[in-house]
Structures are given as structure tokens and as C-alpha cells.
């Protein structure tokens, strides 16, 4: 039974999926989809995202412009990466890398996941594009999902 609660997730934020080359992933998905798309340089990352939205769910196509990172795009990393999906990114390059969550209470999400008997990937939660984030690690979810709250009067650079 799904308890009402004022602390709620409000929609899927984004798929992540990590590419070899951001601007050849939005340029093939615009035109397999017959939509627009953009990438976006975030330079402190070491990371160039394409952004894509195909049927109001936003993907992030996450390219390392590092070339140590991007050689193994999850070995080493510290991020939700210990799962079978990432051996196909370790594997081949690319592939989905995780589902993000938007929620209006990160705080409550996170302790409402551990109350599940779930881990939080980070002690602290991380700055993330317009807010907050942090991740459940995936041995506990099955899959690595992060959540993210916004945080008022900051934009979101790949808006």
C-alpha cells in the first residue's frame, strides 16, 4: 500500500546512459527518433551529455573526456557501478549506467529506502546539475537508482 506523503517522487529525471561519443549518440538518436537533441560540455566532470527526450523521458548520454576514465567508463569510478549492467559498459563502452529519480525530499527518500533495508551510496549527499543527489547502491536495488531534489534558485545547465 503506498503511503500519501507530501515527500514524493514527481517523476523520472533522467535514464543515464554512458557513449563513446555524445554528439554521435544525440545526431543517431534524432534521427531514429525524429527528435531534437543537444550536448552540453561540463568541463569540472571531465564530461561532454548529450540530451535527448523521447516520449517525455529525458536520457543523459554521458560521454568521459578524460581518457584514463573513458578507456573503462566505470572501472575505479565512485559511483553505483558494481552491477551487471556495468560489465557491458566496461565490457563494450556504453550502455544504461542508471535511473534518476526527482523527489521533493532527498532526506526522506533516502531514509524512507534504508527503512527498506537499503544502502545509501554516499555519506553525503552530492552536488548534482540543479540540486542535490544520491544513489541507493544497486546490489540492494538491483539496479543503481539515484534521487535528486532540486535546490531553489539553482538552473539546471542542461535545461
Same mark, same amino acid.
Given at each position: 500500500?503506498?503511503?500519501?506523503?507530501? =515527500?514524493? !517522487?514527481?517523476?523520472? &529525471? =533522467? *535514464?543515464?546512459?554512458?557513449?563513446?561519443? %555524445?554528439?554521435? %549518440?544525440?545526431?543517431?538518436?534524432?534521427?531514429? @527518433?525524429? *527528435?531534437?537533441?543537444?550536448?552540453?560540455?561540463?568541463?569540472?566532470?571531465?564530461?561532454? *551529455?548529450?540530451?535527448?527526450?523521447?516520449?517525455?523521458?529525458?536520457? @543523459?548520454? +554521458?560521454?568521459?573526456?578524460?581518457?584514463?576514465?573513458?578507456?573503462?567508463?566505470?572501472?575505479? !569510478?565512485? !559511483?553505483?557501478? =558494481?552491477?551487471?549492467?556495468?560489465? #557491458?559498459?566496461?565490457?563494450?563502452?556504453?550502455?544504461?549506467? =542508471? *535511473?534518476?529519480?526527482?523527489?521533493?525530499?532527498?532526506?526522506?527518500?533516502?531514509?524512507?529506502?534504508e527503512d527498506a533495508g537499503m544502502r545509501?551510496?554516499?555519506?553525503? &549527499?552530492?552536488?548534482?546539475?540543479?540540486?542535490?543527489?544520491?544513489?541507493?547502491?544497486?546490489?540492494?536495488?538491483?539496479?543503481?537508482?539515484?534521487?535528486?531534489? %532540486? #535546490?531553489?534558485?539553482?538552473? +539546471?545547465?542542461?535545461?
Open positions: 500500500m503506498t503511503k500519501k506523503s507530501k =515527500h514524493k !517522487l514527481t517523476r523520472v &529525471h =533522467h *535514464i543515464g546512459v554512458t557513449v563513446r561519443d %555524445a554528439q554521435k %549518440a544525440v545526431d543517431e538518436w534524432a534521427e531514429a @527518433f525524429g *527528435i531534437e537533441g543537444r550536448v552540453v560540455d561540463i568541463p569540472e566532470n571531465n564530461l561532454r *551529455i548529450g540530451v535527448v527526450e523521447v516520449v517525455g523521458v529525458t536520457f @543523459f548520454l +554521458n560521454e568521459y573526456t578524460d581518457p584514463d576514465r573513458k578507456a573503462k567508463a566505470s572501472e575505479g !569510478l565512485d !559511483l553505483p557501478v =558494481h552491477f551487471s549492467g556495468h560489465d #557491458v559498459v566496461n565490457a563494450f563502452g556504453e550502455g544504461i549506467s =542508471h *535511473i534518476s529519480f526527482e523527489t521533493t525530499d532527498l532526506d526522506y527518500m533516502m531514509k524512507q529506502a545509501a551510496k554516499f555519506d553525503v &549527499h552530492r552536488d548534482a546539475l540543479e540540486g542535490v543527489c544520491n544513489f541507493i547502491e544497486p546490489d540492494d536495488a538491483r539496479i543503481p537508482i539515484e534521487f535528486m531534489q %532540486a #535546490v531553489e534558485g539553482r538552473e +539546471n545547465p542542461l535545461a
